[in-house]
């Protein structure tokens, strides 16, 4: 199965985007990619993250006024960041 979005905070957060999600069949989401990829199939759900962590990247650094910010975007890693919050 393959995760799309994965995130764990020091607090015992977590949440996930994988096959449950991006295969459904029901119309019920409970997922951390908010809906965005429920039922998409694995192609488009990849599409749709990469979308989401290019906006989710620029928002942060405009929200923190950086004016560069590097992100490993690949085939196996859509992106993977490690900024502090």
Same mark, same amino acid.
């Given at each position: 199965?393959?995760?799309?979005?994965?995130?764990?905070?020091?607090?015992?957060?977590q949440g996930r985007c994988d096959a449950r999600c991006y295969?459904? =069949?029901?119309?019920?989401?409970?997922?951390?990619?908010?809906? =965005?990829?429920?039922?998409?199939?694995?192609?488009?759900?990849?599409?749709?993250?990469?979308?989401?962590?290019?906006?989710?990247?620029?928002?942060?650094?405009?929200?923190?006024?950086?004016?560069?910010?590097?992100?490993?975007?690949? =085939?196996?890693?859509?992106?993977?960041?490690?900024?502090?919050?």
């Amino acid at each position: 199965m393959t995760t799309l979005i994965y995130f764990s905070s020091s607090s015992g957060a977590q949440g996930r985007c994988d096959a449950r999600c991006y295969d459904a =069949k029901h119309e019920n989401c409970a997922c951390i990619c908010g809906g =965005k990829n429920h039922g998409a199939g694995l192609d488009r759900a990849i599409e749709n993250t990469r979308e989401l962590a290019e906006q989710m990247v620029e928002e942060y650094a405009r929200a923190h006024d950086i004016p560069e910010i590097n992100a490993t975007v690949n =085939k196996n890693v859509i992106c993977q960041l490690a900024l502090p919050i």
